[in-house]
């Protein structure tokens, strides 16, 4: 994948160009919602409350008329350990997050403003399990 963060004075990437379409949407918002057997030594983000979670994330982009942003469910982003996940494009910003609090934050501090929710952020040398990850033990 292209190292977003490498951006060109014209703010595109070194791998896009010019004669690339616009985005469609201004922020791709993919939260993981996959599902496990019971027992599975990985676990999956649907037993920790996906579902309910993205549900609520696209009810309230709704409520906030984020209209330029999609919420959309995906499969596993395999980083199951540290889920719920959601990875939102085209920055490539990871986040595990576990509330509708969380949600809201994400929401507001990221996509509506532009900025990050660094405790709940995900970095590239993250592993699982949560509980051994830096921000999860400031909590
Ligand atoms: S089950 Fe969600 S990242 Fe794998």
Redesign the pocket.
């Known amino acids: 994948m292209d190292d977003v963060t490498d951006r060109r004075s014209d703010g595109k990437t070194a791998a896009e160009t010019a004669a690339d379409p616009a985005p469609y949407y201004r922020r791709h918002v993919f939260c993981?919602v996959?599902e496990?057997p019971d027992g599975h030594p990985?676990?999956?983000?649907?037993e920790r409350g996906?579902v309910r979670l993205r549900n609520y994330m696209k009810a309230r982009a709704k409520e906030l008329d984020l209209a330029d942003v999609r919420i959309n469910a995906s499969g596993?982003?395999?980083?199951?350990e540290?889920?719920?996940?959601v990875v939102i494009y085209p920055e490539g910003v990871w986040y595990s997050y576990q509330t509708p609090e969380d949600v809201d934050e994400i929401l507001q501090t990221h996509l509506v403003e532009g900025r990050r929710v660094a405790r709940l952020l995900l970095q590239p040398e993250d592993k699982g399990p949560i509980a051994e990850v830096g921000r999860a033990k400031a909590k």
């Open positions: 993981c996959n496990r990985r676990g999956c983000c649907k996906a596993c982003l395999d980083r199951c540290l889920g719920p996940t």
